[in-house]
């Protein structure tokens, strides 16, 4: 098994990490915050773009402009037909067209035929959860790599155990 892509090995961990609720700040959060060029200086702000430029940016890749907003990663230059270990997917809320959405890493598959995203403000935390692949409750927008191209081998997502119980909670 090949290892993972450094930016995923330094998401990973952040597992764990989560919202502070009060006046004070995961001071993690604040510095993704800072990472993509934003100002914003709390943990209650939506902060998954915040989350992938912050870990791209430990990793040594620069963020895309406006990274702060899940709908910005749409905008790597190198898009994907299909999900491959590491790359960053993104999905919409409420609408195709509203505008606003989630962003995280693909870390795998589960059993019921979702993929798992590794991303922030999954439930006000860095988590792992499942999102539909395909079908009535498929959110997503597209895939894209940080770099040149994924290895071939990437694209043989590992299967991770969940309870098919799709994430819902990202704002």
Not at 21 to 43: A, E, S, Y
Not at 46 to 51: E, H, S
Not at 69 to 89: N, Y
Request: with cysteine; net charge positive.
């Amino acid at each position: 098994m090949m290892p993972d892509p450094l930016w995923l090995q330094k998401a990973r961990a952040y597992v764990g990490q989560r919202e502070i609720h009060g006046p004070h700040h995961n001071p993690n959060i604040l510095d993704w915050f800072k990472d993509v060029g934003t100002g914003i200086r709390d943990d209650e702000t939506p902060w998954c773009g915040a989350f992938v430029g912050g870990v791209l940016a430990e990793a040594g890749i620069k963020p895309v402009a406006g990274g702060a907003s899940s709908q910005a990663w749409l905008h790597l230059p190198v898009k994907l037909d299909r999900p491959a270990l590491g790359c960053i997917v993104i999905f919409w809320r409420n609408s195709p067209n509203s505008g606003l959405g989630h962003v995280g890493f693909v870390v795998g598959k589960d059993q019921h035929g979702n993929i798992m995203v590794l991303g922030g403000n999954q439930g006000d935390m860095v988590s792992i959860k499942p999102f539909a692949l395909s079908g009535p409750n498929a959110r997503i927008k597209g895939f894209r790599w940080p770099g040149t191209a994924p290895l071939a081998e990437r694209y043989n997502l590992p299967l991770l155990n969940s309870d098919g119980t799709l994430s819902r909670n990202e704002a």
